[in-house]
């Protein structure tokens, strides 16, 4: 590698040189023959005020830059290094545009030279990261990066991460070097030169790719280890009950796997609890309190019962991060802890699995490609020598490449089977055929209610199961027997048909059946097809104009209107237009699909005689014509016909577009359904959760989950934490009742309250909402009061960010409030000081104009039952001990949970919130005493 590289990094006053910014510091290191041979740096008096936040940054203040020489004096020293280098920087085109821009303020030009970006380089090149800033770069690579927003440094960990890039470029595969050349011409790093220098040396040198990968079809993959099919027969082996009490005896396997070993007996006890249900066929109900470590305990008497008995254990939770700790963390501890080799695996729903062919013919095509497509097509590529799964949840996919994910997922209505030469390979298979052979199936509970309603299972016949996060199960199953149409799905089949293009579906079954030499009536189909993606759009904007028209509305959490109807009983005239729209859109559908079915069959009885390339085509017809299909009827199921089962709403986006409507439709009940098509099927399911149980009683849960009749069992297993020494559970007596105020006084009450909290507290605060019109209301007035303050403030839905990048932020902070709606009561991990006081605001009642709930109280009425205390009280109490469950992790955390909703105090079924908490001490006051009072812990 004989070319010089010069990696720059300049930090300046902000970022456009013609408003008036200015350098304020320069870093530069010189590499040659892959060394750092020579380093630059200087500070840069700018001739004007650094801004506050840019000191803060950087650290840089005028102070720092007094004495520094200007821009103009250090370009003699400057220019001789830019002179015959290649340009590298983490994010190019500002650097060099900021330098380019300066320089020529004074006179001067940038030499042209070929520039390299260490952001796009590392996106490419570390799919799996879960960053691309430098400081986190650093970090996850192990690079030490001393005084991240100073340039010498940030130019020095520039150029040591531009270096590792480059060595792993180097280590590629032949075959994905090759196909990188074409692919990176749009990049903004100028890779193709250095590629092509990579590729010679190889073919040169020869080299070993095939011994290190998987190269087939073009394609370099990483080369797998067959798991060998050896069934191996138990030994005679000592009950559950004996093995458990050697492991927790004083030299035990226990006390070696963990440093700092305690003693949990509720573990224990729900590890034999989980035994015995297996073993006695039972369904069994057990609330484990948190800090219980309950995934052990379900997991160890799942495997020995699974290897004993030779029957899978599927283990299903609600969500990602969970499946994620059961895998990375305790599976590793069940390998250690048991006396024999048990076999795991994750199962995931088929869209999470990369098709291998899909993939293949993309590559074929990528002169139309957008950035975003072409990066995500190079970072699959590398991926593709890294990943043993295929599964999206490794990858960081940049935005505009989730769409094109879409395109090559795996989907069971494309999918050739034996006939794709990727079969043997293709991810999804894999990992079906591994679940078949393992003891312990981990999945998730959407999988799991797919699977109900589906005649492909996805998972292995089972018969034992355990669902961790279970007070989720009624809810998932509620989501996935029910149904949703929108104009985006449609949209994206028609733009894949590629209606008006020469290139499209359309004009290439044209071109088979030619050269196949296959005769069917002609018809010219993409005007046909034109109308109806036309006839589509209208009838969508038509359900937003009617959803607009109407005053019984209500908001959703993201901003959308909503709006429940029942087909057959909305009368207007415009409903009557929407209908017979909907009539049409049927009939012609139904007509189009017919036409090019009539196209595609002739040629699928010809599969034989054909080209792989032509197969493949026709697979990815077959699959947009089966999702079409599938789509309609869904549409139709929706606005023309009408199941008293099911209820039915709209959401729109009032200030989106004019099509950009939702429908929707649930089971107002799934509990004979779980009954029937879950429960009386299985022989052992053990429901487990922090919150299962109301004021100790289960029957809420069981009745929901249609467990009536199967004598289910129950255990509540307490948490090992000392609540009544580690929070303070404090009620404020000053705060206005909900019902005497109005929603505004009420937020600009409780944002007071809360700013004196904060003053009072110096911490980390999490205050829980329920709506996120007041979550917004509260934000904006704590923001106005915190002007001079120096909290943070990260608001869901007002902070731009995903719910993990906004408790990142969060927990990079010292001072910070973060306010949170629905997702943020649970699932959230903050011990220690990451959090010592928890605000809930209002106590959490599902919004009563909540279509699934509003039928759900309309059934119970019927039944003679009432609604509040049968569904709104338990269904609020669980959510409740969700949100206290927040701020007690570990056994040293200390802390106090506000609850600003008087009902707490001033009504009988506040009471039961109360009982239904593990033993706390609860204190009432004015909440300046409650502050004075527990200072300490706050």
Not at 552 to 571: I, N, P, Q
Request: glycine letters at 4%; one cysteine or more; proline letters at 4%.
């Amino acid at each position: 590698m004989k070319e010089r590289y010069i990696v720059v990094d300049v930090e300046t006053t902000g970022h456009s040189v013609s408003k008036g910014d200015r350098v304020i510091q320069i870093g530069a290191v010189i590499i040659e023959d892959g060394e750092m041979v020579e380093t630059f740096a200087s500070f840069v008096n700018p001739g004007q005020t650094i801004p506050p936040f840019i000191e803060e940054l950087t650290g840089i203040s005028d102070v720092t830059v007094a004495n520094a020489p200007s821009f103009r004096e250090i370009i003699p020293e400057l220019m001789p290094l830019l002179t015959g280098s290649y340009f590298v920087a983490h994010n190019v085109d500002f650097d060099r545009a900021f330098l380019k821009n300066q320089l020529e303020l004074e006179g001067y030009t940038l030499p042209e030279m070929p520039v390299y970006d260490t952001v796009e380089l590392a996106r490419v090149l570390l799919p799996k990261q879960e960053s691309y800033k430098l400081g986190q770069l650093a970090e996850q690579l192990g690079f030490s990066h001393e005084r991240p927003h100073q340039a010498d440094s940030d130019a020095e960990v520039t150029a040591t991460l531009f270096l590792s890039l480059l060595h792993k470029l180097q280590q590629l595969p032949l075959l994905t070097l090759q196909h990188l050349v074409s692919i990176s011409r749009k990049f903004k790093s100028d890779l193709e030169p250095l590629l092509q220098s990579f590729i010679q040396e190889k073919l040169i040198k020869g080299h070993s790719d095939e011994e290190q990968y998987d190269c087939y079809r073009q394609i370099a993959l990483k080369k797998l280890v067959e798991d060998s099919d050896d069934v191996t027969i138990p030994d005679e082996q000592e009950t559950f009950s004996d093995y458990c009490e050697s492991l927790f005896s004083e030299d035990g396997k226990m006390h070696s796997a963990f440093s700092n070993y305690e003693l949990r007996p509720g573990q224990q006890k729900m590890m034999n609890e989980v035994d015995e249900s297996f073993r006695q066929n039972e369904h069994k109900m057990i609330e484990a309190g948190t800090g219980t470590g309950k995934s052990l305990a379900y997991l160890l008497p799942a495997a020995y019962f699974s290897y004993s008995n030779k029957e899978p254990v599927i283990i299903s939770t609600q969500t990602i991060p969970l499946q994620e700790q059961l895998l990375s963390r305790d599976l590793p501890l069940l390998h250690h802890l048991l006396p024999f080799k048990v076999k795991a695996t994750l199962l995931k729903g088929r869209s999470h699995y990369l098709c291998l062919r899909k993939f293949e013919q993309s590559l074929a095509s990528i002169h139309e490609d957008s950035y975003d497509v072409l990066l995500t097509k190079a970072l699959l590529l590398i991926w593709l020598t890294e990943t043993e799964h295929g599964d999206i949840e490794e990858l960081n996919l940049p935005s505009g490449g989730k769409g094109f994910w879409y395109e090559v997922q795996s989907d069971a209505a494309s999918d050739l089977g034996r006939y794709s030469p990727w079969f043997s390979r293709c991810f999804y298979h894999r990992a079906r055929k591994r679940a078949q052979k393992s003891d312990i199936v981990i999945t998730n509970h959407a999988l799991l209610c797919t699977d109900l309603v589906h005649d492909q299972r996805l998972l292995p016949t089972y018969s034992y199961a355990v669902l961790d996060e279970a007070h989720h199960l009624e809810e998932t199953a509620s989501d996935h027997l029910g149904a949703k149409a929108d104009f985006l799905t449609f949209s994206y089949l028609f733009q894949r048909l590629g209606l008006t293009e020469e290139e499209g579906i359309v004009n290439r079954l044209d071109q088979l059946l030619e050269e196949y030499q296959v005769s069917v009536p002609f018809e010219h189909m993409s005007v046909q097809l034109i109308s109806l993606k036309e006839e589509l759009d209208e009838l969508f904007r038509m359900l937003h104009g009617y959803v607009l028209s109407k005053n019984k509305t209500s908001a959703t959490d993201v901003g959308r209107l909503r709006y429940r109807y029942e087909s057959y009983t909305e009368s207007s005239s415009m409903w009557q237009a929407i209908l017979e729209c909907a009539m049409r859109v049927h009939m012609q559908m139904k007509d189009a699909l017919k036409k090019l079915q009539n196209r595609v069959r002739p040629l699928i009885e010809k599969k034989e005689d054909m080209v792989y390339k032509d197969r493949s085509f026709l697979a990815n017809v077959e699959g947009i014509l089966d999702q079409l299909y599938v789509e309609e009827q869904t549409l139709y199921e929706l606005l023309l016909e009408h199941d008293p089962n099911l209820v039915y709403w709209l959401e729109v986006e009032p200030r989106g577009a004019k099509n950009a409507t939702y429908l929707y439709s649930k089971p107002i009940d799934v509990s004979d359904i779980l009954a029937d098509q879950f429960f009386a099927k299985k022989k052992s399911v053990i429901l487990t959760s922090a919150t299962l149980s109301v004021n100790g009683s289960f029957n809420y849960q069981e009745r929901r989950l249609g467990l009536t009749d199967f004598g289910v069992k129950k255990s509540v297993i307490p948490s090992p934490f000392s609540y009544m020494e580690q929070v303070k559970l404090l009620l404020p007596s000053d705060i206005p009742a909900i019902k005497e105020v109005s929603d505004e006084e009420f937020a600009t009450e409780v944002s007071i309250k809360l700013w004196r909290m904060m003053e009072s507290s110096s911490g980390k605060m999490l205050v829980l909402f329920t709506s996120y019109e007041m979550l917004k209301q509260v934000y904006y007035h704590v923001k106005k009061f915190n002007e001079f303050g120096s909290f943070q403030l990260i608001g869901q839905g007002v902070t731009s960010g995903s719910r993990a990048k906004l408790m990142k932020m969060f927990k990079q902070t010292n001072q910070a409030i973060l306010f949170g709606t629905s997702s943020f009561w649970e699932g959230i991990d903050l011990p220690g000081d990451e959090l010592r006081n928890l605000v809930i605001v209002r106590l959490p009642f599902s919004p009563p104009d909540q279509p699934l709930l509003q039928a759900q109280y309309e059934k119970a009425k019927e039944e003679g039952k009432n609604p509040f205390m049968e569904i709104s009280l338990p269904q609020a109490i669980i959510r409740f001990k969700q949100g206290f469950g927040r701020l007690i992790r570990t056994t040293t955390d200390r802390g106090c949970v506000f609850i600003l909703d008087r009902r707490i105090s001033t009504t009988r079924y506040g009471k039961q919130f109360i009982k239904s908490l593990p033993e706390v001490p609860v204190h009432e006051g004015k909440l300046e005493d409650l502050m004075e009072q527990f200072k300490e812990y706050m």
